[in-house]
């Protein structure tokens, strides 16, 4: 069984900065890939970034990309995501999830994850 919590998530204004964290229990979290995912209101849940396993590689959608930095500290069981340059329309709440196709794969459909953490609301102010 896994579980995953985030936190980090809160009010900031465009421009600013948050740092996500996602807590792993579980004894796989140094060889599962991991997932960002984000679901603004009214908006399907959608693919934030992934990371593999090691933290060698990493891939983001193009709306976050050069802002948004996934990484993990496998010693500490714990996937962040630093959020930088934020714009209102970064407004959701945020899900880690891990893959279910092992430490070097993540996917952009929810569907390639199995377990979810009950989310962190980030609100952006313009």
């Known amino acids: 069984q896994v579980q995953l919590v985030e936190s980090g998530g809160g009010l900031v204004q465009a421009g600013g900065s948050l740092r996500l964290s996602c807590a792993a229990s579980?004894?796989?979290?140094?060889?599962?890939?991991m997932g960002w995912f984000r679901q603004a209101p009214g908006k399907e849940r959608e693919f934030v970034a992934g990371?593999?396993?090691?933290?060698?590689?990493?891939v983001y959608a193009d709306s976050v990309k050069g802002r948004f930095t996934i990484s993990r500290d496998n010693a500490k069981n714990t996937v962040y995501l630093q959020m930088d340059s934020l714009k209102p329309e970064d407004t959701a709440v945020y899900y880690c999830?891990?893959?279910?196709?092992?430490?070097?794969?993540?996917?952009?459909?929810?569907?390639?994850?199995?377990?979810w953490g009950q989310g962190t609301q980030v609100t952006v102010s313009s």
């Open positions: 990371i593999n396993w090691s933290g060698s590689t990493t």
């Open positions: 999830a891990r893959s279910r196709r092992g430490g070097g794969y993540f996917g952009r459909a929810e569907y390639e994850y199995d377990y």
């Open positions: 579980g004894r796989t979290f140094s060889s599962d890939a």
